[in-house]
């Protein structure tokens, strides 16, 4: 994927301000050392700051840290791979939203994230889980299927509850709360929403077509999914998240 942090902030805010929640779960405390995992263009990193933490947020995205700097120049951010990270001063918290579905080596980021953590330390995540935006994949694969008669893959995976506990049990961590749920979610900007969101999360899979394929791919993707998705002028997606709380054996 290569991101655009500004289409991210001004379209899809709903991330991080879905993930709130989560750093309410996390309780940061004055003075730990929290690691924000995949922290996009850095907004949760900076609210978990304010918290009197000491924060480092790490993404792989270079255009999304260069945002984050320049946005929150208080937070420290560092471009590096979530499933090939080493820092040699350990953490309190582990913190990650909606970024995790997206590391194809799950079981590397869990070995990272659990080399980094201190002995007790929490572990505090959410991404999406079993199901999510099912309805959503199915369309746009059928649409790039049809217009251009190729398969695709997403570059996402999103774990069911036994399979990610699992993961996390085999490398030291013991969990105290998994949870799966719905979260239909809406876009931003009414009829115009699919399309941004298409060119947000799906650039990896447009980007191997012409302009003129693209266009046509999300206007067949947009008439595939408007009967199970299009609600009262607005899209709103069949998101499913898992979050987990769990600690440092």
Known sequence: MQWNSALYQDKHAFVFKYGEDVVQLLAPQAGERILDVGCGTGHL????AHTGAKVVGIDNSADMIASATASFPGVTFQVADAADFNFFELFDAIFSNAALHWVRDAEGAVICMSRALKSGGRFVVEMGGNG????????????????????????????????????LERHGMVVSNALLFDRPTVFADGE??????????????????????????????????????????????????????????
């Open 132 to 167: 999510n935006i099912e309805k959503l994949t199915r369309g746009i694969g059928d649409a790039v299927r049809e217009v251009v008669g190729a398969e695709v893959d997403h570059g996402r995976h999103y774990p069911s509850i036994s399979e990610y506990t699992t993961l």
């Open 45 to 48: 990193s900076n609210v978990i």
């Open 192 to 249: 115009l929403g699919l399309r941004n969101w298409i060119n947000q999360f799906e650039q990896a899979v447009l980007r191997d077509f012409s302009s003129e394929q693209q266009v046509e791919i999300i206007r067949v993707a947009e008439g595939k999914l408007r009967d199970q998705l299009f609600r009262d002028g607005n899209w709103v997606a069949d998101y499913k998240r898992l979050r987990i709380v769990a600690h440092k054996r």
